[in-house]
C-alpha cells in the first residue's frame, strides 16, 4: 500500500526518498545515477507546478477583487441612496401621512431604547452582574430564599417569582450588590420579571395561537389542493355533464357541438391609466381573441391624465377600428373613484345592455386567442353563475429577485388558495382581471362601488351574498407583469391589504343580514376576512418584528425555538410547493414575508381605523415586458407591415380576424395606407422620445431600516445571553430588513 502511494507520487515529479544502508533516509534531487530524460521530466514538472501555483493565485486575486468591488458597488449604493432620500421622501407616500410618521417615531423609539439596553446590558455583562450561571444547582435555587431575605423592601417579593425564570437565571444576594448602578441593575431586573415579561409571555402566547390557526389553515388548503391534483377535479360544463360526461377538457369547448355554436354577445373592457408601456401590447392581444366580430365590443377606457398617453392610445385604438375590430376609446375628464368609477362610467354606457357578459383586462395583461372560448362555455346552461376567473401568469417572474419572490406567493395564491376555494365553496375573491363577469350578476349585486380600494373584492363579496356562484379554471393562463421595483411592489401590496380591511367595515353588517348559509357566513367573517387578511400580517409583524427582538433583552420571556424556526420553515415550503423551480429561494422567501409583514401591518390597521393612506390608489408601474414569443410577433407584424400589406400571421388568430383583416385592407389603397401608418408610427415614436420620463431611482425606506437596526441590535444582546439559534435568525432577518430597506432587492436604476 505503502509502495504504490509513493510511486504514485513518483509518477507525478515528486521527491524520491532512497533508503540507504545506514537508518537514515535523505530527499534525492539530482543524484549521480539520473539520466538526461528524467531530468527533463523534472524540470518540466517543476514548471507546470509553478503555472498551477500561479494559476491558483490569480485566481485567488481576482476572488478577493471580485468581493471588494461587490463590496464597494454596495457602498456606493448605499451612499447614493442616503444622498438621494430627502428627494424622494418630498414624493407622496403613506410615510409622509400622519399614520407612517407615528409608525417610524414608535419604530424609533424603540430603536432608541434598544441600544440604550444593549449599552447597558452590556456594561452589567463586562461588570460579571449577568446572572445566567447555566450549571447552577438545582439545590441552590431551592435555597436562594433563604439568601435574599436581606434585600430592600421593593426586592423581598422577588423569590416568589423565581419559578417564572428560565433555567440558570438566579437573582443576587444582598451581599453581592456594589453600588448605586448595580443595586439600579437588580431593580431593573425585578421589574421586567414581574411587569415585562408578564406581559410579553401573554401576547406572544396570543400571537402563536393565531399562528398556529393560520399554519392549520394552510395545511387544510394544501390538503384540498392536493385531492384535486390526485382525483383530477376540475370544473365542468353544464352541458357536457348531461351528455354524461362529469368533466370537459378543452377539445370540448371547441366542438362543433352545441358548445361550439355558443356566442353571445361579449363586452371587453381594458381600463388603463398613463400606462404608455404597456398598453399597445395590451390592446393588441385583446383584439386578436377569436370571437365573431360582430358579437363582441373593446372598451378601451383611459383615464391617462397625460395628454401624449391619451393620444397614444387613441391612435392604436384608431388602428385596430380600421382593421374591423369593434373596439371604441372612452376618456373620462375626472378620475372619480379611479377603477371603480371608470368601469362604472363604462357600465352605464346605452349599448351595454345588448350585452350578456364582461371581460376585464387590466393594461398589462395579455390574454391567449382562445380566452373567451375556454371561459364563455362554462355560463351555458348554468344561471347561478356569475364568474369564471383564470390564473396569472408572468413575464418577468425570472427578472430579478423580488419577482422572484412575488411569483412564490402568486403561484400558491392562485394554485391553492383561489382552486380549492373555487371547487369546494363555489367561493373566492375576484382577482379584478382576466375574468368574465355575468352582466346580470354584477347589476343584482349593485354594479361597480367607489367606496374601497378593492373593488374587485367589494364586487365578489356582495355577489357571494346575493347567492351567484363562481368558477376558477387554473388551467386558462393570462400573461401579466410583476412589479420589479419594491417601491411599486410595496404600494401595491399597501393597497391589497388596506382595502380589505376598509370592506370588512362596511359590509359586515350586510354579511351578517344576508339569507346565505350560517357555514358561508362564518367562512366570509372568520377565514377570508379575519384569519387571511387581518390574522396573517397582525401575528408576524408583532411575532417576529416586535416580540422576539424584546425577549432578547427581557430574557424571562422565552419564545420556543420551534415558533422562530421549525414551523415557518415548514410553512415556507408548504408555500413554495406550487413553484418547485423556486425551491432554492425557501430561505430568502421566508426572511423577505417577514419584511413585508411591516408593510401589510401598516395597511392593515389603516384600512382597519380608515385613516388616509387607505384610501390612496396609486397605478403599479410596468416596464412593458412581453414573452418572448410576443416579440417575435411585434417583429414580424413591423416588418411584414413595412414591406408588403399581406395578412399578419397571428399565433392563435381566427379565421373572422383574417377576413375583417382582409376586407379593411384593399390592395387598390394599400400605397396611401402605408404611407399613412408610417406617418403616424413616426409622429407617435417622436411624441414617445420627447416625453418619455427616467425611471424614478431607487430609494430609502425609514421603517425597514430602523427595523433592521432594531433586529441587529436584538441579535448582538443574545450573543450575551449564548442563544444561539436566536442570533443568526436575527442576524439574517436584520440583514434582509437592511437589504429591503436601502432598495436593494428590486430593479436597480443607476
Known amino acids: ?21 545506514n537508518p537514515y533516509s535523505l530527499v534525492e534531487i539530482d543524484g549521480p545515477g539520473m539520466d538526461s530524460s528524467e531530468k527533463a521530466r523534472r524540470s518540466k514538472n517543476a514548471k507546470q507546478f509553478k503555472w498551477v ?13 471580485w468581493l471588494a468591488g461587490g463590496f464597494w458597488g454596495l457602498l456606493g449604493a448605499v451612499n447614493r441612496r ?9 414624493e407622496p407616500d403613506a410615510e409622509a401621512s400622519g399614520r407612517g ?7 424609533r423609539a424603540f430603536l432608541l431604547l434598544s441600544l440604550a439596553m444593549l449599552a447597558f446590558e452590556t456594561a452589567a455583562y463586562l461588570k ?18 433563604e439568601h435574599l431575605q436581606n434585600l430592600p423592601e421593593h426586592l423581598r417579593h422577588l423569590p416568589e417569582n423565581l419559578r417564572h425564570l428560565p433555567d440558570g437565571l438566579r437573582m443576587p444576594e444582598q451581599q453581592e450588590i456594589q453600588g448605586w448602578l448595580h443595586r439600579a441593575y437588580v431593580a431593573w431586573l425585578a421589574f421586567r420579571i414581574d411587569y415585562i415579561a408578564w406581559a410579553i409571555e401573554k401576547l406572544s402566547g396570543f400571537c402563536i395561537v393565531l399562528f398556529m390557526v393560520q399554519s392549520i389553515d394552510r395545511i387544510l388548503l394544501c390538503l384540498g389542493c392536493f385531492w384535486i391534483k390526485v382525483r383530477g377535479i376540475k370544473p ?6 348531461k351528455r354524461g360526461n362529469k368533466y370537459a377538457d378543452d377539445n370540448d369547448l371547441e366542438d362543433g357541438d352545441d358548445l361550439g355554436a355558443y356566442f353571445p354577445m361579449v363586452l371587453l373592457q381594458m381600463p388603463m391609466c398613463n400606462e404608455k408601456e404597456v398598453y399597445e401590447t395590451s390592446i393588441s392581444h385583446v383584439c386578436q381573441i377569436d370571437w365573431p366580430r360582430d358579437r363582441m365590443l373593446v372598451q378601451v377606457l383611459d383615464d391617462s391624465d397625460d395628454e401624449t398617453c391619451q393620444m397614444l392610445i387613441r391612435a392604436e385604438v384608431t388602428k385596430w377600428n380600421q382593421r374591423g375590430v369593434n373596439i371604441i376609446y372612452r376618456h373620462r375628464l375626472s378620475r372619480t373613484g379611479y377603477k371603480a368609477g371608470n368601469l362604472k362610467s363604462a357600465m352605464s354606457c346605452e349599448y351595454v ?3 350578456e357578459f364582461v371581460a376585464i383586462f387590466d393594461a398589462d395583461f395579455q390574454p391567449n386567442p382562445d380566452f373567451l372560448k375556454l371561459t364563455v362555455p362554462h355560463f351555458k346552461g348554468n344561471p347561478e353563475l356569475g364568474l369564471v376567473q383564470a390564473r396569472w401568469s408572468f413575464v418577468n417572474k425570472d427578472e430579478n429577485l423580488l419577482t422572484r419572490l412575488q411569483n412564490i406567493n402568486l403561484c400558491f395564491h392562485f394554485e391553492v388558495e383561489q382552486q380549492v376555494n373555487g371547487i369546494y365553496l363555489n367561493f373566492f375573491g375576484f382577482n379584478g382581471t382576466a375574468g368574465v363577469w355575468r352582466i346580470e350578476a354584477l347589476e343584482d349585486s349593485g354594479g361597480w362601488m367607489e367606496r374601497t380600494t378593492v373593488e374587485d373584492m367589494d364586487i365578489a363579496v356582495r355577489a357571494h351574498l346575493q347567492g351567484w356562484k363562481f368558477i376558477y379554471l387554473n388551467d386558462v393562463k393570462v400573461l401579466c407583469e410583476l412589479p420589479e421595483s419594491y417601491q411599486a411592489y410595496r404600494k401595491q401590496q399597501h393597497r391589497w391589504h388596506s382595502g380589505p380591511m376598509q370592506l370588512f367595515r362596511l359590509c359586515l353588517p350586510a354579511i351578517i343580514k344576508s339569507k346565505i348559509p350560517l357555514w358561508k357566513k362564518a367562512n366570509l367573517v372568520m377565514l377570508f376576512f379575519l384569519l387571511r387578511k387581518l390574522i396573517l400580517p397582525f401575528y408576524s409583524f408583532t411575532l417576529f418584528c416586535v416580540i422576539l427582538p424584546l425577549t432578547m433583552f427581557v430574557p424571562e420571556a422565552e419564545l420556543p425555538i420551534w415558533v422562530i424556526c421549525y414551523v415557518p420553515m415548514i410553512m415556507s415550503v408548504l408555500n413554495i410547493l406550487p413553484a418547485p423551480k423556486s425551491f432554492p429561494f425557501v430561505i430568502p422567501y421566508l426572511l423577505f414575508e417577514n419584511t413585508m409583514s411591516v408593510t401589510k401591518f401598516n395597511a392593515m390597521v389603516s384600512g382597519l381605523f380608515q385613516l388616509g393612506s387607505s384610501y390612496e390608489w396609486v397605478v403599479t ?27 399578419r400571421l397571428v399565433r392563435g388568430v381566427s379565421e373572422a380576424g383574417l377576413e375583417a383583416w382582409a376586407k379593411t385592407h384593399q390592395l387598390d389603397n394599400k400605397d396611401l395606407q402605408l404611407k399613412a401608418e408610417a406617418e403616424e408610427v413616426t409622429s407617435l415614436a417622436a411624441a414617445i422620445k420627447k416625453t418619455s420620463k427616467a425611471k424614478p431611482p431607487n430609494r430609502i425606506f425609514k421603517k425597514e431600516l430602523a427595523l433592521a437596526f432594531l433586529l441587529l441590535i436584538a441579535a448582538t444582546r443574545s450573543l450575551l445571553s449564548a442563544q444561539g439559534l436566536h442570533f443568526y435568525f436575527l442576524l439574517f432577518q436584520g440583514v434582509t430588513f437592511l437589504v429591503v430597506g436601502l432598495d436593494l432587492i428590486g430593479e436597480q436604476v443607476s
Open 236 to 241: 365542468g360544463l353544464v352541458a357536457t355533464k
Open 128 to 145: 460579571g452582574w449577568h446572572y445566567f450561571p447555566r450549571d447552577l444547582p438545582e439545590h441552590y435555587l431551592r435555597q436562594l430564599p
Open 53 to 65: 501555483l500561479l494559476l491558483r493565485a490569480h485566481r485567488a486575486v481576482g476572488c478577493v477583487a
Open 82 to 90: 442616503v444622498r438621494r432620500s430627502r428627494d424622494a421622501d418630498a
Open 101 to 107: 410618521r407615528h409608525m417610524l417615531g414608535f419604530l
Open 1 to 21: 500500500m505503502a509502495s504504490s502511494w509513493w510511486g504514485d507520487k513518483e509518477e507525478h515529479g515528486t521527491p524520491v526518498v532512497v533508503k540507504m544502508d
Open 353 to 355: 345592455k345588448d350585452y
Open 621 to 647: 408601474k410596468k416596464a412593458g415586458r412581453t414573452s418572448s414569443e410576443s416579440d417575435i410577433f411585434a417583429m414580424a407584424e413591423k416588418t411584414d407591415t413595412a414591406t408588403r400589406p399581406a395578412p
